[in-house]
């Protein structure tokens, strides 16, 4: 068990470029979710997989925003024409069906910062 | 909707003190409840649950936590505070929706734990 990567772990880019980030989770972990975290606050929701199935997007994801699963496996979160207001700390966990009785494991997260 | 309040942003104490972190939360429902830590530029490692049972959990690194439902609290403690506890606090709180299924953590804001040698 090699726990939850994330990659990159810090991307710098320019206003209005695309950028796309990646989560492995945990290989027999068949749930995996996606959080924001903005300077000075805890981490936001912003959407979840069960296998490859997308069940549930916040509001927070704006039409720039798109994950996917491919296969149930990894999960890749791309931002397009990326605005300042991106810079955040992207954060994957991934968990068993019952997440919350068996536990979240996170990933050390991907820093964005839209310059 | 569920929610979570954590009293205080920034704690500080002397190595050796207590350590006592708030968290009160708002649920309709039963809720379960999470203490996570998060290190500068580091991920979330959770700390300790509630589920259902004791209301007295014991987590790693010497933590533990108190559910009251009377008092909707989940309090962090620990007895002595090491300087390697000094880090960023996440209570958080998931419950179960009308479906059957809870996927989803709500976060408080955290608290900054500063230990002073």
């Known amino acids: 068990d090699t726990g939850v990567s994330q990659d990159p772990r810090h991307k710098i880019t320019k206003r209005g470029q695309n950028v796309t980030f990646r989560c492995d989770p945990i290989s027999e972990h068949n749930r995996l979710y996606w959080y924001r975290q903005t300077l000075g606050q805890g981490p936001e929701f912003l959407t979840y997989?069960?296998?490859?199935?997308?069940?549930?997007k916040s509001r927070l994801l704006s039409d720039r925003f798109s994950a996917e699963r491919p296969k149930g496996s990894f999960s890749t979160l791309e931002i397009q024409r990326t605005e300042q207001g991106d810079s955040a700390m992207y954060l994957c966990?991934?968990?068993?069906?019952?997440?919350?009785?068996?536990?979240?494991?996170f990933g050390s997260g991907t820093r964005l910062t839209v310059v | 909707a569920q929610s979570v309040t954590q009293l205080g942003s920034h704690v500080s104490v002397s190595e050796g003190a207590l350590v006592l972190l708030r968290c009160n939360y708002s649920s309709s429902v039963p809720p379960y409840l999470f203490w996570y830590v998060q290190y500068p530029n580091q991920g979330l490692q959770l700390l300790l649950k509630?589920?259902?049972?004791?209301?007295l959990v014991k987590g790693i690194n010497g933590f533990e936590a108190e559910f009251k439902k009377s008092e909707t609290s989940f309090h962090l403690t620990k007895p002595s505070a090491h300087m390697s506890d000094a880090a960023e606090y996440f209570c958080a709180v998931s419950v179960i929706n009308s479906g059957g299924s809870n996927y989803k953590l709500t976060f408080g804001k955290g608290t900054l734990l500063t230990v002073n040698p």
């Open positions: 966990a991934s968990s068993l069906s019952r997440g919350s009785v068996y536990g979240y494991t």
């Open positions: 509630y589920t259902t049972g004791a209301t």
């Open positions: 997989f069960q296998n490859e199935a997308q069940l549930e």
